[in-house]
């Protein structure tokens, strides 16, 4: 067996306990994503409130600010609400054309402000599941290209070794001698 031969089936050793090993690291890195995206979330969304707000005139559809095209689904309308005892008002995006008088939900933020709904309840899970993914596919593929690179480069030097050693030990066309 030639050296490259073993090189080889050592990389190829060491690549499979790499594949192996990585699962509980991306296992770890899923799980310190989770927990940081559900610390994230719950500041991010601690205060939110939802009111009912009345529109006050008729909703228009918004104007891309780029190229003044009109958005075929967008609209925005003036809101007001009372939250608290306190009457604010707004213009905030609505599902549609409504007319002045419709009643949206809407989301504020712990200032009275309207803000996003709060995050969907398995956002930090997904986030959690998309990074220990993320690591796990990426430390994949490197290694499997690692291997295929490794093993690309040693069979073209095995190839031109094989030439050589093939034209040393054949004779020319039309030399032979009994």
Request: hydrophobic letters at 45%; charged letters at 15%.
């Amino acid at each position: 067996m030639r050296v490259s031969d073993r090189a080889e089936v050592v990389l190829r050793v060491f690549a499979v306990l790499v594949a192996a090993a990585v699962v509980p690291i991306a296992g770890a890195v899923g799980t310190v994503s989770y927990t940081g995206a559900q610390v994230r979330i719950a500041s991010e969304d601690a205060g939110k409130v939802q009111v009912t707000a009345t529109t006050t005139a008729d909703a228009k559809r918004v104007l891309d600010d780029t190229n003044y095209a009109v958005h075929q689904d967008q609209y925005q309308a003036p809101v007001q609400w009372n939250s608290d005892g306190h009457v604010g008002t707004a213009t905030v995006q609505v599902p549609g054309p409504d007319a002045s008088g419709s009643t949206i939900s809407l989301w504020l933020s712990g200032t009275n402000v309207p803000t996003t709904p709060p995050a969907r309840p398995g956002a930090a899970a997904a986030e959690g599941v998309g990074a220990g993914l993320a690591v796990l596919v990426e430390t994949w593929c490197a290694t499997a290209a690692t291997v295929w690179f490794t093993g690309t480069v040693l069979d073209a030097r095995r190839h031109a070794r094989w030439e050589r050693e093939w034209r040393s030990i054949n004779r020319p066309i039309g030399k032979d001698t009994l």
